[in-house]
């Protein structure tokens, strides 16, 4: 099983991204799928998170801005990133909990310029 994530790019402030991130594999059952960043020099945090039942946590920074979202047919973890701010430059990493191993996609860069 392996995550691809795909989405990243380079975009003014004040825009919007979508990454996408799709299961392959021999999948039995994804339970919570999540999106992770890290920015040059810090560690990697949490930025959203969607169970298997629909429900959503956001890290404070992202609340209101970014939209995780999934859809189950096509094994795809969605991360709608709207009012994008130069701070939100980072690689974009996704995690998924499938058949309960946790696994992590390649990271795709996004890039805010001011």
């Known amino acids: 099983v392996q995550l691809q994530a795909s989405g990243g790019g380079v975009v003014q402030a004040g825009g919007s991204l979508r990454l996408s991130c799709a299961a392959s594999g021999s999948i039995g059952t994804i339970y919570s799928m999540a999106w992770y960043r890290q920015a040059p020099g810090k560690q990697r945090e949490s930025v959203a998170t969607i169970t298997s039942d629909g429900i959503t946590v956001y890290a404070d920074s992202v609340e209101g801005r970014f939209t995780i979202s999934r859809d189950d047919a096509k094994n795809t973890v969605y991360l709608q990133m709207d009012s994008l701010e130069p701070g939100d430059t980072a690689v974009y990493y996704c995690?998924?909990?499938?058949?309960?191993?946790?696994?992590w996609g390649q990271g795709t860069q996004v890039t805010v310029s001011s």
């Open positions: 995690n998924a909990n499938i058949n309960y191993i946790y696994l």
